[in-house]
């Protein structure tokens, strides 16, 4: 009866030693900022986690080391047009043109929900982006720089019931506010054809599979069929413009600017 | 023997009780005068340059930040009804912004004026956390004296407005 109970008693206090020794290590790893943020986001969408998920969340919050979503994002956002009655819709093929401070300069494509991204091995090696950020949509420049925030959506806020409460101000349709500068809204109707990209090539047509379409040079994927380049391409070049047409692997990929592959 | 340790502790404890209330008392009777350099400086030149530096609203453009910077792409001023990107920036704002940076350490900021040739502004908290030399989540914004530190720091010793105003202009048509 006694050696069972000792023995019982040294692995309960064995587990209590690893409950401890597990608390302290997530406790190193805990910040209630991020946390706290991550759960009010409004809960996933019905079709589950995809390149269009989340529209107008903060991306990099979750992509990131700390809540380690998959891929790991350098930036992330998603563009809206406005319709007459205050609506937002996402915005599909138009470039994002993000330029770092150490001349690198990165184009994504929106994508269905009007989401882009740059995903951290779009970076071809180099280890994050230079901040600040300068900022272009569809040819659109923000004059506000970006300091070091990765989410658009970390200053791009939308409206929720919670904001409005503490800022009677605030714009109910684009969530702009004291402290948001709310939705991002290009005009569609007015995006010049080289900030446009277009849909991921069609198989049957490009036969390129995952390595996407030529792209007809400097086009940028101007037309809606041709071009490679949905979900995210993004360009290191120092030129940026032109490197359009980059590939695509199964919408979310990679490519490099100035006509590889 | 037993009468006399207590007498030493409470002696002692006399001591420190006394140092204590004096040292305070002494603060407050002090009158302490704490000066900032010039406000209409700041607010004319130096302002803009920290606003699109400093006050985005992912750095100190928030309200969760110990040094708020306000402005038309920033924060905007609690008492006015501004959104973000509208408008200008306000007098209130850059006026709250000259307060809160001679708030950081207003004492030491009295010295720098009162000594302007010295080194004292190269200690600033605010000076070297611009420079990357301290602690900074935003990193290194400024080199030292480059333009943008020239306008931040010309002001701190009261430089000639002149100076001063060209530093700004040109730290602004330098950023991206």
């Not at chain 1, 970006?146 to 658009?152: A, L, N, Q």
């Amino acid at each position: 009866m006694r050696a069972p109970t000792r023995i019982a008693s040294s692995v309960a206090r064995v587990a209590g030693f690893l409950v401890a020794l597990a608390a302290l290590l997530v406790a190193c790893r805990y910040d209630p900022v991020i946390d706290q943020k991550v759960r009010k986001n409004p809960p996933e969408d019905p079709g589950g986690p995809s390149p269009e998920h989340r529209a107008g969340q903060a991306c990099v919050d979750c992509h990131s080391t700390y809540e380690g979503a998959e891929p790991a994002l350098a930036i992330g956002g998603t563009v809206y047009s406005q319709t007459a009655k205050g609506y937002l819709n996402g915005v599909e093929g138009v470039f994002v043109t993000i330029q770092d401070s150490a001349g690198a300069t990165y184009k994504a494509c929106t994508n269905k929900a009007g989401n882009f991204y740059i995903t951290k091995a779009d970076l071809q090696g180099i280890d994050d982006l230079a901040f600040p950020l300068v900022v272009n949509v569809a040819g659109v420049k923000m004059a506000s720089l970006i300091g070091r925030e990765r989410s658009c959506a970390g200053c791009h806020k939308l409206a929720s019931i919670e904001r409005i409460d503490i800022d009677p101000y605030l714009d109910p349709a684009t969530g702009r506010a004291r402290d948001s500068a709310g939705a991002i809204i290009i005009d569609p109707e007015f995006v010049p054809s080289l900030e446009r990209c277009g849909p991921p090539p069609d198989p049957t047509t490009s036969g390129a599979g995952g390595q996407g379409g030529a792209a007809p040079a400097g086009a940028g994927g101007a037309t809606p069929t041709g071009a490679g380049g949905a979900g995210s391409v993004a360009s290191s070049s120092t030129t940026g413009a032109g490197g359009g047409g980059g590939s695509t692997s199964s919408g979310g990929g990679m490519g490099a600017g100035g006509g590889t592959p | 023997m037993n009468a006399q340790g207590v007498f030493g502790i409470s002696s002692f404890a006399a001591f420190v009780a006394v140092a204590a209330l004096t040292g305070c008392k002494q603060e407050l009777s002090s009158g302490l005068e704490v000066t900032c350099p010039s406000r209409q400086v700041y607010v004319q030149h130096v302002s803009e340059v920290m606003e699109r530096r400093c006050g985005t609203l992912d750095c100190h453009g928030s309200d969760f930040r110990p040094l708020r910077i306000l402005g038309r792409d920033g924060l905007r001023h609690q008492g006015e009804r501004k959104r973000t990107g509208e408008g200008v920036t306000t007098d209130a704002e850059k006026s709250a912004n000259y307060y809160a940076v001679c708030a950081v350490e207003p004492e030491k900021v009295s010295k720098v004026g009162s000594d302007p040739g010295g080194n004292a502004v190269n200690t600033l908290l605010l000076v070297r956390k611009g420079r990357g030399q301290e602690g900074h989540k935003g990193g290194k914004v400024f080199d030292p004296w480059d333009d943008a530190d020239r306008c931040v720091v010309g002001w701190l010793r009261g430089d000639t407005e002149q100076s001063i105003e060209k530093a700004c202009k040109a730290a602004l048509a330098k950023l991206p």
